[in-house]
Structure formats: structure tokens, C-alpha cells
Nanobody
Framework: LQLVESGGGLVQPGGSLRLSCAAS????????ILWFRQAPGKEREGVACIGKEGTSTYYGDAVQGRFTISTDNAKNTVYLQMNSLKPEDTGVYYC?????????????????????WGQGTQVTVSS
């Protein structure tokens, strides 16, 4: 399984971006995909999770109500729609996954032992 992120860039505060995580195979049929981010000098932070064929989602407190994770099964792609962006959302965003059928939860966002990781895409929120 390979994961490739795209869609990062520079955006002003209050703006929106949509990140994509393209998978080399359909992972949500019995697997989970998560988005993490890491800002300079800070620990990696779990952002969002989708699993159970897209029926289970979970968000970190910092992004709840602003970010939405979704999937396009036909394209083997998971999206992260990011709205009302803030400077503190700046960082490298990574998608990660495993081929294990799990419900998403706060525990899932704290894990760092996923087998598959993408290379990351930079998001910068600045005026």
C-alpha cells in the first residue's frame, strides 16, 4: 500500500484548502485512514480519522467543526476539507493507514505505529 498526499499550499487565515490522500489500493474496505500534522518544534498531532467503509469518523478537538474527512471510493482517495483555517493549522500534513477494520476514536489519533505513511504536504496559513 502506498499513500500520496497533495493539495497543500499557502492560504490566508479564514481560507480553505482540500488535501487529498491517494491510495494505491482501496484501503477503506476493511481499513482506516488518518490525517496527522506536525508543526515546527511540535509533536505530531492526530487530526482526523475515517474507517468502517467511511461510516466512522473522528476529529481532533483543534479542528472539530472546521475540518471534514471524506472518501471517494472510486478514486481510492481520502480527502481532508479544511475550512476557517488559522495560523496554528500550519504544518506538514501526513496521511497514514492500516488494513485493519477499526472504529475511529481519540485513541486512534494518538497512535504513531501505523504501517503506511505518505510523504507529507505542507500547509501554511499566513497573511
Amino acid at each position: 500500500l502506498q499513500l500520496v498526499e497533495s493539495g497543500g499550499g499557502l492560504v490566508q487565515p479564514g481560507g480553505s484548502l482540500r488535501l487529498s490522500c491517494a491510495a494505491s489500493e482501496f484501503v477503506l474496505d476493511g481499513g482506516v485512514i488518518l490525517w496527522f500534522r506536525q508543526a515546527p518544534g511540535k509533536e505530531r498531532e492526530g487530526v482526523a480519522c475515517i474507517g468502517k467503509e467511511g461510516t466512522s469518523t473522528y476529529y481532533g478537538d483543534a479542528v472539530q467543526g472546521r475540518f471534514t474527512i471524506s472518501t471517494d471510493n472510486a478514486k481510492n482517495t481520502v480527502y481532508l476539507q479544511m475550512n476557517s483555517l488559522k495560523p496554528e493549522d500550519t504544518g506538514v500534513y501526513y496521511c497514514a493507514g492500516e488494513s485493519v477494520d477499526r472504529y475511529c476514536s481519540d485513541w486512534m489519533l494518538t497512535r504513531s505505529d501505523f504501517k503506511f505513511w505518505g510523504q507529507g504536504t505542507q500547509v501554511t496559513v499566513s497573511s
